[in-house]
């Protein structure tokens, strides 16, 4: 029996462009309705979370920042988990090596973010990872952005730490994501989809995969998963 919903938000509740998906929020409701905790997990900043959290109308518990910084609810100070600073290293070495070659790398959010750094995707990750070879630092495509975070954390460490907190354990959740950010997620959880679009590497650890893309996609697993088993 599942008592609880961790969903990805970028590629789950919207689409390839990041537009929010209404019947996805509709579903997430339902859940509320029916007294089900959701929990919104990303790699989004946790006060863009903590916006999207409070406009959804969950209790505002959220993992941000793919694991690295997480809150319990609209109250109280985050949890940092990750350690910023080889984040920030690594994304000098890289501004500099890429910079020489005419290449300026656009951040997001630097100045909201606790754990990671994160930057748009112009430059194969690939690539990121080759230049960081021989820094301990994890390098993350999400499909929506390259972050930069702490080796050993993940969406998936992030809600063993929550799960208590909220006198639930990890196996008590159906979780749901789109890409490799997720795959920590949905083998700490104890039923994980993914959906037509998910990536071949999360399709692997999933437990079903919903035959429709995106926030529909979302909606028809979230919808079979209460018949079955929420
Ligand atoms: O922030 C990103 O790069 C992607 O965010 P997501 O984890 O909600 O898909
Ligand atoms: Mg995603």
Known sequence: MLKALVCDIDGTLTDENRRINTR??????????????????SGNTICFLDAVARMIGT?????????GVFQTGYDGDPVVTGDRSICLLA???????????GKNLIPYSMHLRYADVAFAKTIPAGEVRDVLADMP??????????????????????LKELAPLLSLSPEDFLAIGDSDND??????AGYGMTMKNGTAGLKK??????ERSYGDGFSDGVLSALERFL
Do not use: W
């Open 24 to 41: 996805a929020i509709e579903t997430i409701r339902l859940l509320l309705d029916r007294d089900i905790p959701v929990v919104l997990a």
């Open 59 to 67: 209790g505002g518990a959220a993992i941000g920042e793919n694991g």
């Open 91 to 101: 994304y000098d070495r890289l501004s500099s090596h890429f910079g020489d070659q």
């Open 137 to 158: 630092v994890k390098v993350i495509d999400t499909g929506f952005a390259i972050h930069l975070q702490s080796p050993g954390v993940s969406k998936g460490t992030a």
């Open 183 to 188: 795959i920590e997620m949905l083998e700490s």
């Open 205 to 210: 650890v999933a437990d079903c995969i919903i």
